[in-house]
């Protein structure tokens, strides 16, 4: 069983920036994949950014690339997710979630999933 809990979203003027940080509950961290996903009122949850258990691969939605960074440290068990130049399309509940294997974006790959923290970003 793997227990993520989401933290860092708030309230963000257009253009800022937000560090969120997903802690896992697992023994064996490095072994796991971990992404992020978003999902904004009456949209379905979409992908954001994953990352591999070594952190060597990092994969990004076509939105989000170039502004946002996903990162991890295996030591302390977290993967990050560096959100700079955001804009208020960004405005969304961030959800962390974790998986074995092979690198994917669909949300339905990925079992464990954390409570979510919401991102609001103003204009």
């Known amino acids: 069983q793997v227990q993520l809990v989401e933290s860092g979203g708030g309230l963000v003027q257009d253009g800022g920036s937000l560090r969120l940080s997903c802690a896992a509950s697992v023994r064996t961290f490095s072994s796991y994949i971990m992404g992020w996903f978003r999902q904004a009122p009456g949209k379905e949850r979409e992908f954001v950014a994953a990352?591999?258990?070594?952190?060597?691969?990092?994969i990004y939605a076509d939105s989000v690339k170039g502004r946002f960074t996903i990162s991890r440290d295996n030591a302390k068990s977290t993967v990050y997710l560096q959100m700079n130049s955001l804009r208020p399309e960004d405005t969304a509940v961030y959800y962390c979630a974790s998986k074995v294997s092979i690198i994917v974006r669909n949300a339905g790959g990925y079992p464990y999933w954390g409570q979510g923290t919401q991102v609001t970003v103003s204009s």
């Open positions: 990352i591999s258990g070594s952190g060597g691969t990092a």
